[in-house]
Every structure is written in C-alpha cells, then in structure tokens.
C-alpha cells in the first residue's frame, strides 16, 4: 500500500443525482433549505434550479469507494473522519456526479494502519470539482 502513496487509485462510475434522493437526503438530516427541495422557487437563483447538499455529495463516498479500493489483509475498517472538505461548485439536481480517489499518506497505528485519501467529487460537465475531502481510514489487523 505504501508504494501507491501519491497515486490516483481510480474513479467510480457516475451516479445520478436526483430529486427524489435529495428530498430523502433533506428528510432524514432535517436540512430543509428550499436551494435542495423546491425546485420551483430554484429556478429564480443564479443555479437555475435545485442543488444538492454537499453533504449528499459527501455521503455518496461509501458506494463510490466500494468501486474503487479493497483493502485486503485486514480484519475490518472505520471511518477515521475528515481533515478538510470543501464545496467548490454547486452540483444540480439531475446532473451525474463520480469520485476520484487518490492514496495520500499510510501511517502505522496501534494494531494497523491510517490511511489518508485525497477524495474528488467531479459533476458531469463542471469546471470545478463539487466536493474535494481529505478522509482517513483506520485499518485493523485483528478483531
């Protein structure tokens, strides 16, 4: 692992992003803001219509990763968290979304390894990635 530190390790297939999944998104985290659930009252901003949450975008990293990195070896993994994430462009509601994910850094941890991954959010056709993150993963050896 530690000799793909620095590389791209791949880029997921793309994802439909659609209304009916963002008002789910919007139900279950409580985040009601009209910018995600009124498609309507959308069309008069600058995005022409509704957007998703970042954190939507964010979420999509579990089905994404699945496509890309199997860490073998290991007797089990967690979500360590997030160093940085950032929203740079708006990601429209009926537009397709993928993630890139690049191996930045394996540190050893008490009973295996932390790695950390550059995460890229890319929307079809946008000039400026949607969600950029760094995330961390703890890798376990024994149960």
């Known amino acids: 692992m530690r000799a793909k530190v620095g590389e791209e390790l791949g880029v997921s ?4 992003v659609a209304q009916a999944d963002i008002d789910a998104f919007a139900e ?5 803001q009209w910018i995600h659930t009124d498609p309507q009252r959308a069309t008069q901003t600058p995005f022409g219509g509704t957007i998703a949450h970042g954190y939507y975008t964010l979420s999509l ?35 397709r979304v993928r993630m890139r994910a690049t191996l930045v850094d ?12 550059k995460l890229t959010f890319e929307g079809e056709g946008a000039l400026k990635a949607v969600c950029v993150a760094e995330q961390l993963t703890r890798l376990y050896s024994a149960g």
């Not at 297939?13 to 439909?16: A, I, P, Q, R």
């Not at 579990?62 to 199997?70: E, G, H, K, L």
């Open 13 to 16: 297939d793309w994802h439909d």
């Open 28 to 32: 279950v985290t409580g985040d009601q």
């Open 61 to 95: 990293h579990p089905r994404f990763a699945a496509q890309i990195v199997a860490f073998e070896g290991f007797a089990f993994a967690v979500n360590y968290g997030l160093n940085k994430v950032r929203f740079p462009a708006p990601l429209p509601v009926g537009n």
């Open 106 to 117: 394996v540190e050893d941890v008490v009973g295996g390894a932390q790695v950390t991954m």
